[in-house]
């Protein structure tokens, strides 16, 4: 039944509701149990939410009740009947543009997924909270997160979005700032916003606490509030590597996933506040040192 997790699953505790299970074998790793109904109390475990512009596999009963997130037709699907159907309805896995109830203790562990933010969202104690990172079980999302250029510069070939993460880490160590970060890049599958999302209600600020934007709508809607500075609080780089167009999707080129010094990509400009923040109008090789940007994830 499980298939490979393309996004993980920030899973903060193990939850039990009439609607879903969390898993918590040590052996298995989290995965998302589905009771089966007719009161048999079975359940049949799935992998977490896959998340990719094409279908992750072919849909057959091998993988009945997996989680596919259509990130082209941004809606979430569920195998059934050897096809990739739309979720909704499905008790798992609600989904709309606005919260389908309130947040309380009677519902810890539902998910919901946001069409408006395109965003999977799990009920925590504290509310709605964003549902995937590959940073762990035990980190706290941020509510007031930094984003910054890095101060050092790169090629194209960065490792993919993992050797990037990593870049994104040692640069917030350098600079002494708190928590996990991720690098605010796409690929031919994995929008930039995807890839950074935290919880829809954070705010974002930089290395000397100026307002970036108030929301992550805020953040895609065309401008921000302040240049970004580096993780030293200093002017950041003259231009970073992004892939992505000003409203946080991919666009055509990212140096092949960030793996290859070949081709070239749309940058961003740390000092501008009008859109080409993060899409400027002309390409830069892959070749060509640039830094890259990146959003804090967590409080620690």
Same mark, same amino acid.
């Given at each position: ?19 879903? *299970? /969390?898993?918590?074998?040590? !052996? ?8 089966? @109904?007719?009161?048999?109390? %079975? #359940? =049949? ?65 539902? *998910? /919901?997924?946001?069409?408006? !933010? ?8 504290? @509310?709605?909270?964003?549902? %995937? #990172? =590959? ?87 065309? #401008? ?54 993060v899409r400027g109008s002309t390409f830069f090789n892959c070749e060509q040192a640039r ?10």
């Amino acid at each position: 039944m499980n298939i490979k997790i393309a996004t993980s699953m920030l899973i903060l505790a193990c939850f039990l509701t009439s609607a879903i *299970l /969390w898993s918590c074998d040590s !052996d298995s790793g989290k995965t998302l149990l589905i009771p089966m @109904g007719g009161g048999s109390g %079975s #359940t =049949e475990e799935i992998d977490m939410a896959v998340v990719s512009y094409t279908e992750p596999g072919a849909c057959t009963t091998y993988h009945s009740g997996e989680l596919w997130y259509d990130s082209t037709a941004m809606t979430l699907k569920i195998c059934d009947d050897n096809a990739w159907k739309p979720a909704v309805g499905n008790p798992t896995a609600l989904v709309g543009a606005t919260e389908p109830f309130a947040c309380s203790s009677s519902y810890i562990g539902a *998910l /919901w997924y946001d069409t408006a !933010d395109g965003v999977l969202n799990i009920c925590l104690a504290s @509310g709605w909270a964003h549902a %995937s #990172t =590959e940073a762990g079980d035990s980190l706290t999302p941020c509510t007031n997160c930094i984003i910054f250029a890095t101060s050092t510069t790169y090629n194209g070939n960065l490792g993919g979005l993992e050797g990037a993460d990593e870049i994104c880490n040692l640069r917030a160590a350098a600079g002494g700032l708190p928590g996990y970060y991720k690098a605010l890049l796409s690929t031919g599958t994995i929008h930039g916003r995807d890839h950074t999302r935290i919880r829809p209600d954070a705010s974002f600020i930089t290395t000397d606490s100026s307002s970036i934007a108030s929301s992550y709508t805020d953040l895609w809607d065309g #401008t921000i509030a302040h240049q970004i500075r580096d993780e030293f609080g200093a002017s950041g780089p003259s231009s970073t590597y992004t892939g992505t167009e000003s409203n946080g999707y991919s666009s055509s080129s990212n140096c092949s996933g960030w793996t290859t010094t070949s081709g070239s990509v749309y940058y961003g400009a740390p000092s501008s506040t009008t859109s080409s923040w993060v899409r400027g109008s002309t390409f830069f090789n892959c070749e060509q040192a640039r830094g890259i940007y990146c959003v804090q994830w967590s409080e620690e």
